[in-house]
């Protein structure tokens, strides 16, 4: 039922209550549920799993939901988009902006990985993801398990230009400056990210890892915001980040 309707927001565009409106979810089963959201959208949209996402990676993200983790929601394919692409708002709900650092696989992520096996099997890209909710008015208004059963908030993830990783050291003092139509509009640093990006990573190896699942080859990891959500409007919004580049996205009607 609850998979039912989170799959038919997705089909008609048209948000629903909160899941916890109707039933109260511990997390192991509301990550089932995401499991089999996702699943069947992959068979409805003919897609295919490309990654994972990091949610609530610092202490400000995680008193949304009043948890104390991160939680991950699952990219698929028609989630990716590339810097300088366009996306049209016309089919979203109430989307966010995050800027964040993706870390592309180059292989086989072990279960349970630690930092150094991640970033010596991983390219880094400067990124944007673009949180979307099939739940009427979400943000900031979810709580875990509703953000967990609606795929962590799973909008787009749009990534950049690949680069070779730096030291684990060197990747938490990265900064940010996000622009939005030229005008700088927030900054942040890599260490928001739960102290370090390879450390949200690590962390995700691990989760999954309690589940039966590793992180493969290919896969798109996005490792967490370097501030907190920004609600969007029409219009480009550009990270720069320091040692990676930049990415920009333009949002149209």
Known sequence: MIV???????????????????ITLDEQTSYKIQDVL???????FNEEIAGYKISMTSPETQKLANTNEPAYGTITTSSLLKSTDSLSLTNMNKPLVEPEIMFI?????????????????????AGLEIPDSRYKNWFPNFTLQDLLCDNGVMGKVVIADEVAPPSFEALAKIEMELFYNGEKISEG????????????????TQKLAKQGKNLKKGMVISS??????????????????????????????
């Open 105 to 125: 696989l180059t292989d086989d992520i072990s279960m349970g990985a630690t930092e150094e096996e991640i970033l010596a099997h991983s390219k880094l890209t």
């Open 224 to 253: 967490g915001t370097f501030i907190s959500p920004i609600p969007v409007e029409e219009g480009i919004y550009e990270a720069n980040f320091t040692g990676l580049g930049n990415v920009n996205i333009l949002l149209k009607s």
């Open 189 to 204: 640093i890599a260490s928001n990210v739960l102290e370090n990006p390879a450390s949200s990573v690590a962390w995700l």
């Open 38 to 44: 996702v699943k069947k959208k992959c068979a409805l």
């Open 4 to 22: 039912n309707k989170l799959l038919n927001a997705y089909k008609t565009g048209i948000p629903i209550d909160f899941i916890r409106n109707e």
